[in-house]
């Protein structure tokens, strides 16, 4: 049996390519988060509503967005839904959307269940004494609602992460798309797949520890 012939010069050799594709899996993957929590937001606010009929349409929305794989959305999204509408997307909006409405589904069931842990009484409290509705919710109900909530948003965070490395499919030239190059080029499956790992390691634990580091100082501000 030929044993496997390692080629760790490629790697030193093609590096900065590497690192080059981890910044755009970090820069699409942050601005996905940023669109995720702005629609996550939005959608929450349907969902706090007295009526049924309003909050009818955001429910249904959280499930299918969490139901959907990315994969499946992603091509879905720049190969289906662009020609169905007459519309020319280059692959990084292609991502963006897909982040946007995957990771939207889950900010918004963190948000709601945030809201929703606030203790009632504080709110009945605090309007009380006078406050109006937006000093009730500026004041008690978010920055509490905030320290529930960034230890799951932390998670969505890093499952983005992990979710924008399908730009490769549709031929964004990130980390995987190199790495999956230098491995058609030089046989050398190991090496490549093997930085990749190691960056994504290294990438989740930034993500992770500055989630910590939020948590900690929301919780003692």
Request: hydrophobic share 55%; aromatic share 12%; proline share 5%.
């Amino acid at each position: 049996m030929q044993s496997y012939q390692f080629q760790w010069r490629i790697i030193s050799d093609n590096w900065q390519v590497l690192v080059g594709g981890a910044w755009i899996d970090i820069w699409v993957s942050f601005f996905g988060f940023l669109l995720a929590c702005l629609v996550g937001a939005i959608v929450t606010l349907f969902r706090m509503s007295g009526s049924t009929w309003v909050r009818l349409p955001p429910s249904v929305y959280v499930q299918v967005a969490r139901a959907v794989p990315p994969y499946v959305l992603l091509v879905w999204v720049h190969f289906g839904l662009a020609a169905l509408l007459g519309l020319t997307l280059i692959p990084v909006q292609s991502m963006l959307t897909v982040l946007a409405f995957t990771g939207g589904g889950y900010a918004s069931e963190i948000f709601r269940s945030g809201l929703l842990a606030v203790d009632r009484g504080q709110i009945e409290a605090a309007s009380s004494l006078g406050l109006s509705r937006f000093d009730v919710y500026r004041d008690v109900v978010l920055p509490q609602a905030l320290r529930t909530v960034v230890p799951p948003l932390g998670n969505v965070a890093v499952s983005l992460l992990k979710t924008a490395t399908l730009m490769s499919v549709i031929a964004v030239p990130d980390m995987l798309y190199h790495a999956q190059d230098l491995n058609l080029q030089y046989f050398a499956p190991f090496e490549a797949f093997t930085v990749v790992l190691i960056i994504f390691v290294c990438l989740v634990f930034v993500v992770s520890f500055l989630t910590l580091a939020l948590e900690r100082a929301l919780a003692h501000p």
